[in-house]
């Protein structure tokens, strides 16, 4: 069975960075975008970042363009856009596909461990949620309407839950 740590990708500097640098933690994987109705939520998943890191937690984030077009900025222009407008200090990544043919391996693997709505695979829009535990499987699945700060519930619990072998 594959977990979180057996895919890498590439960073926003292009570096491919292997996910299994993440081993043990609790990761909430998030597709972003700089141009959307939901990209003030950048705010509230720095703060979790900033509140759980020291617990051992980590957001990862992947901007895409699949919806609205609505993450259009080349590497460059997208660090700019998260370092003024929101100091994000987590983890960005090169833009990705999350649908279809192109959708990066590790959304393929996400979506297949926690289909959404009705069984559907698809990813609707953006800061679509995967609530990742420290054994590197798939918790939770969570909608862009669900706001970061109602994770931390489940953040904590799984801050809380014993680290298995991965």
Not at 13 to 20: C, I, K, T
Not at 154 to 161: F, K, N, P, S
């Amino acid at each position: 069975m594959s977990t979180l740590y057996d895919f890498s990708a590439a960073s926003l500097d292009g570096a491919s960075v292997p996910l299994s640098r993440w081993r043990g933690q609790v990761v909430l994987v998030v597709n972003v975008a700089s141009q959307c109705g939901f990209t003030p939520q950048y705010s509230g998943l720095e703060a979790l970042y900033q509140r759980f890191e020291a617990q051992g937690f980590a957001v990862l984030g992947f901007p895409c363009n699949q919806f609205g077009r609505q993450e259009p900025g080349d590497a460059a222009e997208i660090r700019q856009f998260c370092d003024t407008q929101y100091g994000i200090s987590f983890p960005m990544f090169a833009k990705i596909d999350v649908n279809g043919g192109d959708a990066h391996p590790l959304y393929r693997w996400l979506k297949e461990q926690k289909p959404g709505v009705l069984g559907t695979e698809a990813i609707k829009w953006n800061f679509t949620k995967f609530l990742v535990g420290r054994d590197g499987q798939v918790i939770a699945r969570y909608a862009p309407t669900d706001a970061p700060d109602s994770l931390a519930g489940a953040i904590e619990r799984a801050l809380a839950a014993p680290a298995e072998a991965a």
